[in-house]
């Protein structure tokens, strides 16, 4: 008796795993699909770019800092070790793009903005990746 018991345990506990039945409460995750460059180590998310309503504004990174005015700006790039070099910034200041460099906790921002919102920030993502070349992304600004 005690061994049909043990054998129908273990045949409930595999029945279950096999279909899901432990798992049930639990709900699936979007993974957002994008493209990996391996040479920088960058995953770039070619979904929230094309589709504006697609990413939440939740979903936006947000930097804090008490100098850069509040609101939502379009990231273009990032500098860790250098800032920006005048070359790089060139383009920018030929172009009729709001842009500032924010430094923050060691790293220099290079951010297109202000926007009121994060919709009118992403409706802008097309044209600069139209008129610098550059993919860019939402990100938001806030007082700390």
């Known amino acids: 008796?005690?061994?049909?018991?043990s054998i129908m345990t273990?045949?409930?506990l595999i029945v279950g795993c096999e279909t899901g039945e432990i798992n049930?409460?639990?709900q699936s995750k979007d993974v957002p699909s994008g493209i990996v460059d391996?040479?920088?180590?960058v995953t770039i998310n070619y979904d929230a770019m094309s589709k504006p309503s697609s990413v939440s504004i939740s979903k936006t990174q947000r930097i804090f800092s008490k100098s850069a005015q509040p609101g939502f700006y379009l990231q273009m790039?990032?500098?860790?070790?250098?800032?920006?070099?005048?070359?790089?910034l060139k383009p920018l200041e030929n172009s009729?793009?709001?842009y500032i460099v924010l430094s923050h906790y060691g790293k220099d921002y290079v951010l297109i903005g202000p926007y009121k919102s994060a919709n009118e920030a992403r409706s802008h993502v097309?044209?600069?990746?139209?008129?610098?070349?550059k993919k860019t992304f939402v990100v938001e600004v806030k007082r700390p």
């Open 126 to 133: 097309s044209s600069v990746l139209k008129y610098l070349h």
């Open 38 to 41: 391996h040479s920088k180590g």
């Open 77 to 88: 790039a990032v500098f860790e070790t250098y800032s920006p070099s005048k070359s790089f």
């Open 24 to 26: 049930k409460n639990k």
């Open 96 to 98: 009729n793009f709001n």
């Open 10 to 12: 273990m045949l409930l």
């Open 1 to 5: 008796m005690k061994k049909t018991l």
